[in-house]
């Protein structure tokens, strides 16, 4: 994207609605506008990320076995009113009445409709096990919307729902997912921890939150470091084997928030592995056994020719959230650090003497070899500008040209992690942002 | 995606509800569940082919130099009331109230939050041109909905929204989306014809619809066969250069709705030119210059330091209604007969004897090497019945291996539109299946 037509605008001073990095910094690096309290559009630099973000839940989705579907954001409160949750949902559900006065919802989640969509197909216990996911548009209406798209009213969600013969089955659709979550967020740059939690009004008796540490994170957290130094992508399971080793890895460890924190198991690490910080939740997987399927009639014909009720999991990743999450965890004060696999450009194309027949020429010579992957700072803009544009913006690679440079035919190319900074051909800076 | 584990419930009998061909086939191909009365959940084959057709108006808006954004679904009623529509609308319009009693609505469309957006940024004629688009669930609470997706209430559409410096760039900006559509339609398989229209109630002077023809059309049009000739991907334009000459290719000859016919200048044609069908609206573009820049307070500073209100146009592709418009224009008797570009899955490998060691092997290289555009027919079922439901799934290639066949190595290639078939070695296959 070349800056000089883009739409990504970039503001200087920070609104005085931002009380958090993550919010302060999508605002200024001009990837989302407030349109209503707790509701936001995204420009184009903020929505290539949650692109990138939604695809790599989605193939990890996939690779754990999910299939993925698309349901609608407008639901019927019958549905709710099967399950029992309209009432109890209150106010944060968003009701409406369309013209013939019928009484819908705007979806916070999906447990009851999948579950009446499933109960349409399977029949026979050999329609089973499935598990289904989703990328769609969620409506809570939060109380005090804040934080930016950490906490926004209209927000995007994954949320995946597994039908399963009996417990046993449902624990390995339970482990798939907690396996593919540890793989996401990793791929993301993400350190994310799973922890024991309350499954609270989603019901059941088995449930894991993801957090990742961050200073600014929302809530306290105790884990052992010899959980931080795991590494979920140095191995990848077969997702149809046996998966109890693979989470048995993570869950030997302690991991809890304040809420599950435990004293006496936490005093009896060693000191040095002792590792108490500030986390985010980024996901949540429940098992929750029958609740649903039970009270919206979901029965499938067993080997036996009996009914049986399918055991249920749903599992959520916050994707718009994520965006917020990755912020806050990689950032510094002149701006963004975004890890290379989410980020909006691979890198930003400098231009120090835009109009200087030889910079330009380089400069077009770099966009096109790198193409939708890079932004091209032409603008006829001062060199400060630019670089604290793009410090801001946090683009993972910066190619500088200059007069100087250019004349050699030479690139400094500056990664944005480090500062460190290269003095490459053109080939060969290529080369280099095309392996990040 | 082995049918043993799929979510694709197709339908031997045909619902009673659906009175066209896409509504029947998507409910019996398990593309598409009614979940609410004009509301639908898309399950995996439905959405494949929902995002395939999205990513093709994705890759055409951007290389006509449209910029991708992402607006909410949720706006506030109080930007409706700046632009005069928010009583006009009626009662297509879903009317929300949050819990602070703030009057929202569910967009059916978004001229006014792209221009209240754009107004934050664009300050001097420099911001211009520009080009937004989104592709997003919009609702219109019709009275009637019917037809499944084709006149759905929640549906997905393209909207883009340009912005321009005065009425010859805006004319410009008008051209880039008028020849972007007709390269999208053309990479989906369909006849697209551009035709004069009425701008109704989004305003404006200068207006086309894109209609396709199809049997079950909604509406008579009249089109000259010259312009039925012209192929849309012959040539691509240079979107930056001058387009006149390449829309007047298309605007010179007759085409009109029975609204816009003129039956003088019909007769004028020589008989043999004259093509009367029934057509389908796919897509939709607008120009309709200060209409809501005007009424929202949109002003840039000019070259002379006078205040210019931008002109602007909208640009709309039923993207959810294309899926059912594509079906309309290419089924038969047995099923949908998918174009390759937008098919859910190239291939089906019907394994007609599952358990069978050399038909198994056989299939399971097969789906190996054709990975995830293969759905893989590896059920204890007849023959006659993975048949049937390719046909009607209408994947573009059946690649058909029963024990004789597999024995030597070879594999039967159905080609879904034409019937031909074809006897080839498993690598010749796969290469065939790839090539389309």
Sequence with gaps: MRLSRAFLPTLKETPAEAQIASHRLMLRAGMVRQTSAGIYAWLPAGLRVLQKVGQIVREEQDRAGAQEILMPTIQNADLWRQSGRYEDYGEEMLRIKDRNQREMLFGPTN??????????????????????????????????PRFGVMRGREFLMKDAYSFDVNPEAAQHSYRQMFLAYLR??????????????DTGPI????????????????????????LLDLDPLADT??????????????????????????????????????????????????????????????TVQGADGKPITPEMGSYGIGVSRLVGAIIEASHDEAGIIWPDAVAPFAA???????????????CEQLYAALGAEAVYDDRDARPGQKFAEADLCGYPWQAIIGPRGAANGRVELKRRATGERLDLSREDAIARIKRA
């Design 111 to 144: 447990e009851e409709m999948v579950t009446d969509l499933f109960k349409d197909y399977a029949k026979s216990y050999r329609d089973l096990p499935r598990n289904l996911y989703h990328i769609q548009w969620k409506f809570r209406d939060e109380r005090r």
């Design 348 to 362: 930003a194309i400098l231009n120090l003497k835009a109009g200087d027949a030889t910079c330009d020429a380089l």
């Design 203 to 226: 019901g059941g008796n088995l449930s894991h939150e993801f957090i990742i540490l961050a200073e600014t994170g929302e809530s306290q957290v105790f884990v052992s470091q010899d």
């Design 237 to 298: 399971p077969d997702f149809a084997g046996d998966l109890a080793p693979h989470v048995d890895r993570w869950t030997q460890h302690y991991a809890a928030t304040e809420e599950m924190h435990d004293e006496a198991a936490w005093s009896a690490l060693a000191e040095g592995k002792r590792v108490s910080a500030r986390g985010i939740e980024v996901g949540h997987i429940f098992y929750f056994g029958t609740k649903y399927s039970a009270s919206m009639g979901l």
């Design 184 to 197: 996401t967020f990793a791929r993301m740059g993400l350190k994310a921890i799973p922890m024991r939690a």
